[in-house]
T-cell receptor, first 116, second 112 residues
Framework: DTGVSQDPRHKITKRGQNVTFRCDPISEHNRLYWYRQTLGQGPEFLTY????????KSRLLSDRFSAERPKGSFSTLEIQRTEQGDSAMYLC??????????????FGPGTRLTVL | DQQVKQNSPSLSVQEGRISILNCDYT??????FLWYKKYPAEGPTFLIS?????DKNEDGRFTVFLNKSAKHLSLHIVPSQPGDSAVYFC???????????FGPGTRLSVLP
């Protein structure tokens, strides 16, 4: 069981640059979620996929943010023209629909983004 | 507008005693509730959950109580251990598992 992995673990970028994060869910999991967490707050839902379909997007997800899950396996989250307010921990989680406990999400360690 | 609230940012408890963490929610559409534990530099780890059709769920030292009429749930840890020291998040969803809403967390410190 390799768990959910995220890459990179840390990213420092300058304002205005584009960044891309990758998430590899647990292999048989069909749902994949992206969250953003800032200091002192809980994770905030951004978007989720069921297989390769993006089924829900939060209003937090501005048009500078885009997420993909092209083959229903790994996912990428891209932020274009980064702003200092984008500095946060970006968390990925996966779950398996079809089990009784499908609401149980398994989280990755997160990617910490710092925008200078 | 916080739909899930954890009004205690921190809690300190002596080892061996009971820890009680509280959570309140405002959205009556929430049907399923979860508790997660988070250590520094790690992602949250699922701890225990409860469906709105129940008022109690127990798993070892951890028990979650749900009072649906009061829109309140609590997590009891008995007995508390130093390894339980972490940030605890309460989360809620509409049971379609689409949009999870997390509270801001409570930092639990269990003192030896």
């Amino acid at each position: 069981d390799t768990g959910v992995s995220q890459d990179p673990r840390h990213k420092i970028t300058k304002r205005g640059q584009n960044v891309t994060f990758r998430c590899d869910p647990i292999s048989e999991h069909n749902r994949l979620y992206w969250y953003r967490q800032t200091l002192g707050q809980g994770p905030e839902f951004l978007t989720y996929f069921q297989n390769e379909a993006q089924l829900e997007k939060s209003r937090l997800l501005s048009d500078r943010f885009s997420a993909e899950r092209p083959k229903g396996s790994f996912s990428t989250l891209e932020i274009q023209r980064t702003e200092q307010g984008d500095s946060a921990m970006y968390l990925c989680a996966s779950s398996l629909i079809g089990l009784a406990n499908y609401n149980e999400q398994f989280f990755g360690p997160g990617t910490r983004l710092t925008v200078l | 507008d916080q739909q899930v609230k954890q009004n205690s940012p921190s809690l300190s408890v002596q080892e061996g005693r009971i820890s009680i963490l509280n959570c309140d929610y405002t959205n009556s559409m929430f049907d399923y509730f979860l508790w997660y534990k988070k250590y520094p530099a790690e992602g949250p780890t699922f701890l225990i959950s409860i469906s709105s059709i129940k008022d109690k769920n127990e798993d070892g030292r951890f028990t979650v109580f749900l009072n649906k009429s009061a829109k309140h749930l609590s997590l009891h840890i008995v007995p508390s251990q130093p390894g339980d020291s972490a940030v605890y998040f309460c989360a809620a969803t509409d049971n379609y598992g689409q949009n999870f809403v997390f509270g801001p967390g409570t930092r639990l410190s269990v003192l030896p």
